[in-house]
């Protein structure tokens, strides 16, 4: 199973142009550890996937590479009068690869709720845009000794019908990315964080969608010192990461340590 590491750019950086050099370079760097392993002749490159703001997305600022490109977030009717949205045809058409869904800030400031969520991972199979499914638990619930539950609940309704709408091992992966791990520098110890990825497994397969097979990422608070671990050590199948995405260097670094 090849790794998967994202970045989530959130709503950074403020220009094209600034885009473009972070983009660039980690373009760049992805094809030099590409290199490298294909030198050592063993091992499965990581799959890198940028998830930059939709404004971005077109091919002109990115071009074809070497790094796969995503969305941040889809709406799930196809057209009409949905002023300010964007549809999975529209996200596909710019050559985007991959869609984030359920995003935990886009649970608590634009009211997303699972059913809404659920919608939009179907409309994004169903035009053929691969799903990263983000669940997590929030501080309280986690001090509540509810992650389990919540965990449980975000995918049974998430998830709900999606084998019957083209769900597949390869269009689909699930980052478990704890509320207050996001941007806190407070990220998940290794222990706890393997410990949940294999209850997500086990809840995975109870959903009847494959759970042994479907890649299991971790996010919050990733950076080149703790990344390694949660491969290695977690079991993580690959890394979502906000903040030190935005840093080419520091991505590249979060990259080779998955190496
Ligand atoms: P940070 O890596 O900045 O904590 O963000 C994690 C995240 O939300 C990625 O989707």
């Not at 990115?62 to 969305?71: D, K, L, R, T, W």
């Not at 410990?195 to 299991?216: A, D, F, M, P, W």
């Amino acid at each position: 199973m090849k790794n998967l590491i994202i970045a989530n750019w959130k709503m950074n950086p403020s220009s094209q142009a600034e885009a473009k050099v972070i983009f660039d370079a980690i373009r760049e760097g992805v094809k030099g550890i590409n290199a490298a392993a294909s030198a050592r002749g063993f091992g499965e490159p990581t799959e890198v996937v940028v998830c930059p703001p939709a404004v971005y997305l077109y091919a002109s600022v990115f071009g074809e590479g070497v790094v796969s490109m995503g969305a941040q977030n889809v709406y799930f009717e196809d057209k009409g009068a949905f002023t300010g949205e964007i549809s999975a045809e529209m996200i596909k058409d710019l050559g985007a690869e991959y869609v984030i869904i359920g995003h935990s800030e886009r649970r608590k400031y634009f009211g997303e709720t699972d059913e809404v969520i659920n919608k939009k991972i179907i409309r994004a199979l169903e035009v053929g845009l691969k799903v990263i499914f983000c669940i997590g638990e929030t501080q309280e619930e986690h001090d509540a000794g509810k992650k389990n539950e919540v965990l449980d609940r975000q995918i049974k309704l998430g998830l709900a019908s999606v084998s019957d709408f083209g769900f597949s091992a390869s269009n689909f992966a699930v980052a478990y990315e704890p509320v207050w791990a996001i941007g806190t520098g407070n990220n998940c110890g290794v222990g706890e964080t393997k410990q949940t990825l294999s209850y997500i497994k086990s809840l995975l397969t109870l959903s009847g969608v494959e759970g042994q097979e479907v890649r299991i990422l971790y996010g919050g608070s990733v950076k080149s010192e703790n990344s390694g671990a949660y491969i290695k050590e977690a079991g993580a199948n690959g890394l979502l990461v906000g903040g030190a995405s935005l840093n080419a260097e520091e991505f590249i670094k979060i990259l080779e340590s998955a190496e």
